[in-house]
C-alpha cells in the first residue's frame, strides 16, 4: 500500500533524509523510531506529500506522490508532529471543515463523518470549545480525529500519542490496533513499549538512513534479555 | 476546482470568529470615513459626490491591506496549520484563490459598509450614481491587488511583521510610480518614456479614472493582471 523508494531531502547542506526505502502493506502497523532529527518527521512529510523530495519518490495504493499528489492525499490520513489546528475554531466546526475537504459535502454526510471522528477519538464533551482553549492531549485528540475522518486505507501518524495521559494512550493503542486490520499504518514513536504493543513491525532510522527493518520479535531477539533501550541505544549510537 | 468552496467559506468565516475582524472594519471605517471628513472636507466642498472619500483609498489600503493580508499565509506557517492543509486534497492553486477570494470578499464587506455615506450624500443632494457606483468599482478592484500583493509577501515569511513592513513597501513603490512629486523626481534621472511607463504601473494612475466615473477596460485589466500575476507567483513561492 505504501511504497517508499529511495527518498532523499536536503537542508542546505545537511542530509535530514538520505535514501530511505520501505514497503508497508494493509495490515501492517509500521512503528518508525529514531533519535531526535533522525529525520522520521520529514520522512513522512514527503510521503503525505508535504514536502518535495530531493531525488525518490513514495507510491500510496499506487499513486506517485511527486506526481499526483491530491491522489495520493486523498488516500491518507496524516497526523503531523504537534497537532496543528485552526485554533478559533471549534472542535466541531474544524472537523466540519475537513469532513467538507474530504468530500463531504452534503449537510447529514459531513455531519455522520464529524459525529464519528468525535465518538472514535471520545471529543464529544469538548465539541463546543475552541481548539485553541484545549489541553495539550485533547488537541492531539482532535488531530487525530481530523486523520481518521474520512476512514482512509493509509494512516500516517507522527507521535500519535505524544501529550496523552495513560489511560488516553492505550485507549489511542487499542483504537489504532483495531482499524489496522483493514489499513496500512506508519506510527512515528518515542515509546518503545508502544511499538513491541501494537506494531508488526519496526524500522528505526539513524542519520537520515534505516538501520533497522524487521519485526518487533526479531528486534527483541537481538539482544535477549537486555532492555529495549538498551538495544536502541547500542544501535543508534554505534555509527554517530 | 471545487475545493475552493470549503476553504473559501472557512476563511471568510474566520474573520469573524475572530475580534481582530471587528476592529479591521471599525478602524477602516473611521479612517475612510474620517480623512473625507476632516481632510477631504466632505461638506465644505458643497458637493453631492464621495469624491472626497474614494480619492484617499490608494492611501488608505497602504496601510490597512496590509493589515489585513499580512496573516493570510505566515500565520499558517507559523502554527503549523500548512502542514494540515497541504496534506488536504487540494492544490496550491485552490487554496492561494480560496483564500484570496475570502480575504477579498473581506475587503468588499468593509468597503460596502460605507454605504451610509451613499446615502449622505443622496439625501443631501443629487449624486452622480455612475460616477459612485464606478468608483466603488475601481476601489474593489484595487484592493484586489493590494491584496494580492500582500498574500504573495506573507507567503515569503512565517513572522507577520516582516509580512506587513513587505506589503506596505512594495504597495508603496506601486503607489508612488503615478504620484507626480515622485515622477517628477524620476523625470530628472530616467527619460520621459521609461517614467511614463513605470507609471503606468501605478495603483493612483488606474483608480483615478474610476472616481471620475470613466471605466476604462485597460484599467480593469491592469487590475486584475496585476492580481493574476501576483497570485501566480504566490503559487511558485508555496510550492518552492
Ligand atoms: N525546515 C528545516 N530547515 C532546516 N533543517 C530542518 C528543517 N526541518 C528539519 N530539519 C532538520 O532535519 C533533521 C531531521 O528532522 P526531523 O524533524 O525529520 O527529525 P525527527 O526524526 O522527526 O526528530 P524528532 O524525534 O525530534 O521528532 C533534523 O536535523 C532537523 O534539524
Ligand atoms: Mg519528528
Redesign the interface.
Given at each position: 500500500m505504501i511504497e517508499v523508494k529511495g527518498l532523499v531531502k536536503h537542508y542546505g547542506s545537511k542530509r535530514a533524509v538520505d535514501g530511505v526505502s520501505f514497503t508497508v502493506n494493509r495490515g501492517d502497523i509500521l512503528g518508525f523510531l529514531g533519535p531526535n532529527g533522525a529525520g522520521k518527521s520529514t520522512t513522512m512529510k514527503m510521503i503525505t506529500g508535504f514536502l518535495r523530495p530531493n531525488a525518490g519518490t513514495a507510491l500510496v495504493n499506487g499513486h506517485d506522490v511527486t506526481r499526483d499528489p491530491v491522489a495520493v492525499k486523498k488516500q491518507l490520513g496524516y497526523l503531523p508532529e504537534s497537532a496543528p489546528a485552526y485554533g478559533e475554531m471549534t472542535v466541531e466546526e474544524f472537523l466540519g471543515f475537513i469532513a467538507e475537504t474530504r468530500d463531504f459535502r452534503a449537510r447529514d454526510a459531513r455531519d455522520a463523518q464529524v459525529e464519528r471522528a468525535l465518538g472514535l477519538t471520545q471529543l464529544a464533551p469538548v465539541r463546543r470549545q475552541t481548539i485553541e482553549t484545549l489541553s495539550k492531549g485533547y488537541k492531539q485528540r482532535v488531530g487525530f480525529a481530523q486523520a481518521l475522518l474520512h476512514n482512509p486505507p493509509v494512516l500516517i501518524l507522527d507521535e500519535p500519542t505524544d501529550g496523552l495521559d495513560p489511560n488516553q494512550k492505550n485507549e489511542v493503542r487499542a483504537l489504532i490496533k483495531n482499524l489496522a486490520a483493514e489499513k496500512a499504518v506508519v506510527l512515528s514513536t518515542h515509546i518503545l513499549e508502544e511499538v513491541e504493543a501494537i506494531c508488526t513491525r519496526v524500522i528505526i532510522i539513524s542519520q537520515g538512513k534505516v538501520v533497522v527493518d524487521e519485526t518487533p520479535a526479531q528486534f527483541r531477539a537481538r539482544q535477549p534479555g537486555a532492555r529495549l533501550d538498551a538495544i536502541f541505544r547500542s544501535l543508534t549510537t554505534s555509527d554517530a | 476546482m471545487s475545493?475552493i468552496?470549503?476553504?473559501f467559506?472557512?476563511e471568510f468565516l474566520?474573520y469573524f470568529?475572530?475580534p481582530v475582524a471587528y476592529v479591521f472594519l471599525v478602524v477602516f471605517l473611521m479612517a475612510s470615513v474620517g480623512l473625507a471628513f476632516f481632510i477631504g472636507g466632505f461638506f465644505r466642498t458643497n458637493l453631492a459626490s464621495l469624491e472626497s472619500f474614494f480619492v484617499f483609498h490608494p492611501w488608505l489600503f497602504l496601510f490597512l491591506i496590509p493589515a489585513a493580508g499580512m496573516r493570510l499565509w505566515s500565520e499558517e506557517k507559523r502554527?503549523?496549520?500548512v502542514?494540515?492543509l497541504?496534506?488536504?486534497?487540494?492544490?496550491t492553486l485552490e487554496a492561494v484563490l480560496a483564500k484570496f477570494f475570502a480575504a477579498w470578499a473581506f475587503l468588499t464587506v468593509a468597503i460596502l459598509l460605507s454605504f451610509p455615506m451613499v446615502i449622505t450624500v443622496g439625501y443631501l443632494g443629487d449624486p452622480d450614481w455612475g460616477v459612485i457606483a464606478s468608483s466603488y468599482l475601481g476601489s474593489i478592484l484595487m484592493a484586489g491587488s493590494y491584496l494580492g500583493v500582500c498574500s504573495l509577501t506573507s507567503a515569503l515569511t512565517r513572522n507577520q511583521v516582516i509580512s506587513f513592513v513587505l506589503s506596505v513597501l512594495a504597495c508603496l513603490v506601486l503607489l508612488f510610480l503615478g504620484w507626480s512629486v515622485f515622477n517628477s523626481v524620476l523625470h530628472s534621472v530616467f527619460p520621459v518614456w521609461l517614467v511614463d511607463l513605470l507609471a503606468n504601473f501605478s495603483f493612483a494612475t488606474h483608480f483615478n479614472a474610476f472616481t471620475k466615473g470613466i471605466i476604462d477596460p485597460k484599467d480593469v485589466v491592469f487590475f486584475l493582471s496585476l492580481t493574476g500575476f501576483t497570485l501566480f507567483l504566490n503559487v511558485v513561492a508555496l510550492?518552492r
Open positions: - | 475545493q468552496t470549503p476553504v467559506k472557512r474566520g470568529r475572530s502554527t503549523g496549520t502542514e494540515l497541504f496534506t488536504l486534497p487540494i492544490t510550492e
